[in-house]
């Protein structure tokens, strides 16, 4: 059920509307495919993630990983087996989509709101739902001795069964003009995930004073972290199957805006190049670091169309390089690198 994806612990107020999007990493959905109850979107509301469960069964999920992993990709584990159960029993009930919104203030001493929106088939029964709801929450709460269960209180709004934290007030939603800003930032194609994050004023406010710290860098990547605090929106979307990809979008303040954010994206992919390009003259031993550098440069190709920028990056590409640079990483392969030139900004 879908309350079993969404039960997830935040420690921190940063992190509640980050768990209810990692909770939704493996299903997908599209605002403008599906719509959602008015209540949804609030004035602070500043994440949507949605999700089309018909784009993120078990089988397009595995050709993802076999995509991008090739030979090293991983047999069955407990996890997947979990994930393709708990897929079967919200297609069952008639679950068609999910759709998150996290309103609030990330900035501040309280933790945001996230609401889940699960959208079922017309004629669904609801009395079932209610039930394996229910029965989901019972073995949550077993897992905790009974203790520390995160309840979750639902209600339904047409075909949509919402749920929220118990005990916290739902966000004051009905702000269209607030809705037409994240329904504008959805991909235009319908996918597996599909993420978008709107600032408000106070978050906004911060992203500014963060962007100062880049200050002392390369000049493309102050102009980029400005221009980046005054975008409207930004977006990913994740497509699965036999051909992943992850396409960013970002829809900047104005044309000067998203020019400085693809020319900061050329300028970070020429560098990394030239790190590659030292790597390799190390010795042969750093050859494999330099090749992955190499993938990744060249998969930064990003287009801009007035105030949009987008940048479609193919998994099966970038994914193997990914992996090749993280145990080098964290395992210190990356030790005997020669340092960057002064001013490279790497």
């Known amino acids: 059920m879908a309350v079993t994806l969404l039960n997830r612990r935040a420690p921190s107020r940063l992190k509640l509307a980050a768990g209810f999007v990692l909770a939704l990493a493996c299903a997908p959905l599209t605002w403008a495919a599906v719509a959602v109850p008015e209540s949804a979107v609030a004035a602070d509301t500043f994440l949507v993630a949605h999700v089309n469960m018909s784009k993120v069964d078990p ?61 079922f088939k017309p004629g669904a029964d609801h009395a079932a739902a209610e039930a394996k709801f229910k029965e989901e929450q019972a073995k949550e709460a077993a897992k905790n001795g009974g203790k520390n269960a995160e309840e979750m209180d639902y209600a339904w709004e047409g075909d949509y069964m919402v749920l929220r934290k118990k005990g916290t007030e739902a966000p004051k939603g009905g702000d269209t003009g607030r809705a037409k800003m994240f329904s504008e930032a959805f991909a235009p194609t319908d996918k597996a995930l599909d993420i978008v994050f709107v600032p408000t004023d106070k978050i906004r406010e911060k992203m500014k004073e963060q962007s100062k710290q880049a200050a002392g860098g390369p000049p493309w990547a102050t102009a980029a972290a400005e221009a980046a605090s005054d975008a409207k929106s930004a977006s990913i979307g994740v497509t699965l199957g036999d051909s992943p990809s992850l396409d960013i979008m970002v829809n900047a303040a104005d044309d000067a805006g998203a020019k400085k954010l693809v020319d900061a994206t050329t300028e970070g992919a020429t560098q990394l190049k030239g790190q590659a390009a030292q790597l390799k003259q190390a010795g042969p031993q750093l050859a494999p670091m330099a090749d992955a550098m190499n993938a990744i440069a060249g998969s930064l190709n990003a287009k801009q169309d007035g105030t949009k920028v987008t940048l479609m990056i193919d998994a099966k590409t970038v994914g193997p390089a990914v992996s090749q640079l993280i145990p080098m990483f964290m395992g210190g392969g990356g030790a005997g690198a020669p340092p960057a030139k002064s001013g490279s900004g790497l």
Request: net charge negative.
């Open 59 to 119: 089988a397009q999920i595995d050709a993802s990983v076999k995509a991008v992993m090739g030979a090293n990709a991983p047999a069955a584990n407990k996890g997947m087996e979990e994930y393709t159960q708990k897929f079967k029993e919200m297609t069952d009930a008639g679950v068609q989509s999910l759709t998150v919104v996290a309103s609030g203030d990330p900035t501040g001493d309280k933790e945001p709101v996230g609401v889940a929106y699960a959208k």
